[in-house]
């Protein structure tokens, strides 16, 4: 009799192969799996560094950040050095204003004072890190500013004073445009530096800054400060103070610098025609910033017994920041410096004696 060959129910599955067993392989043959399932043996090599040239270091933003903050520092500390030595002496930067022409005479004492508050607080910011971007963006556009309006002045011819550092440096419009672009590109890598918030002690130092140099501005017309920030000093020659066509080079001079509408002068009168007899080896020489109708009025009514000459107001203003003002020059170079009340005759044959203050 036949009988069928029927698979226990616990030997293979449907479906499988008599034989093959779950685990996957045949009775007594290890079965090998495919290939993608075999052990693979991993070489772990270190990478290869891209060679960089500096300009693509620069470029990818591992320099900008150093350079940063060594072109906001050196520009901030200029601009902060030159607002000082404008708060020095407000009104002879706004003269410097009034020379350039572009603004009204009577606006340039507001504007130097605004100036020197926006370069003190761009400047400021910049060396401590407060809002350094938005400070190098500011500042960048003053910059542009003062190249347009020095370029202006430069390619026209006109000899005109800055005024960047007060009264304390002179320079042409060529120096300067010079200057300003330098600085200008100084402030580049700082506009594309990472932005940083700054801490409330560093907003509070730019703050005290600001206000301190203000407070020197409005306070330097009654501080003793001509000696700093005016060309008349002991020492100084005639060239040094432009004087050098107004005076001789031989012999000695009592100058008086002198504003005739003012009441001090009208008192000055007397003591300098006491010098002009006292000391006749050193004569009086006056000098006003007035046409010659004025000068000779103002001899004959206040009867001036001395020579009253014309001056420029820029170069009284280079030389006073209050009049009168005196000085004592002997063979083309000054001795000695009064303020507000003529020399005294004894005090004028001391210095022709030799000695010097």
């Not at 036949?2 to 009775?27: D, E, K, M």
């Not at 000093?233 to 008086?256: H, N, Q």
Request: proline letters at 7%; hydrophobic letters at 50%; aromatic letters at 6%.
């Amino acid at each position: 009799m036949y009988v069928p060959f029927l698979p226990a129910a616990t030997s293979t599955p449907p479906g499988w192969p008599i034989g093959r067993r779950r685990g996957g392989s045949f009775r007594g043959v290890p079965r090998i799996g495919p290939i993608d399932r075999l052990p693979k043996r991993v070489v772990h090599s270190p990478p290869v560094e891209p060679q960089t040239s500096a300009l693509s270091e620069v470029r990818q933003g591992r320099w900008v950040e150093p350079l940063g903050r060594v072109g906001r520092f050196l520009v901030g500390a200029v601009f902060v050095v030159a607002a000082g030595a404008k708060a020095l002496d407000p009104a002879a930067f706004a003269r410097q204003i009034a020379g350039h022409g572009w603004l009204p005479e009577a606006w340039t004492p507001a504007v130097a004072i605004a100036l020197i508050a926006v370069e003190l607080l761009l400047g400021s910011a910049l060396v401590l890190a407060v809002a350094s971007r938005a400070a190098a963006a500011l500042t960048a556009g003053l910059l542009l500013l003062f190249v347009g309006v020095m370029g202006e002045a430069w390619l026209t011819g006109r000899q005109v004073d800055c005024g960047c550092f007060g009264a304390l440096v002179e320079r042409g419009p060529g120096a300067v445009v010079l200057e300003d672009l330098g600085l200008l590109a100084l402030l580049l890598p700082t506009l594309w530096s990472v932005r940083r918030e700054s801490s409330r002690l560093r907003r509070g130092a730019v703050a005290s800054v600001t206000a301190v140099g203000l407070a020197l501005a409005f306070a330097a017309p009654y501080l003793p400060l001509d000696g700093l920030v005016t060309k008349l000093a002991p020492g100084a020659t005639l060239e040094s103070i432009g004087m050098e066509a107004l005076l001789p080079r031989d012999g000695a001079y009592v100058v008086a610098l002198l504003d005739l509408n003012s009441e001090a002068t009208t008192g000055a009168v007397a003591g300098l025609n006491d010098l002009a007899t006292a000391v006749p080896e050193a004569e009086v020489v006056a000098f006003a910033a007035a046409g010659a109708e004025e000068r000779a009025a103002f001899g004959w009514s206040k009867g001036a017994g001395f020579r009253v000459e014309e001056i420029g107001a820029g170069a009284v203003g280079a030389l006073a920041r209050k009049l009168p003002r005196y000085a004592l020059v002997v063979d083309g170079r000054v001795t000695a410096i009064w303020n507000d009340a003529p020399p005294a005759a004894a005090a004028i044959r001391g210095m022709m004696g030799g000695s010097s203050t």
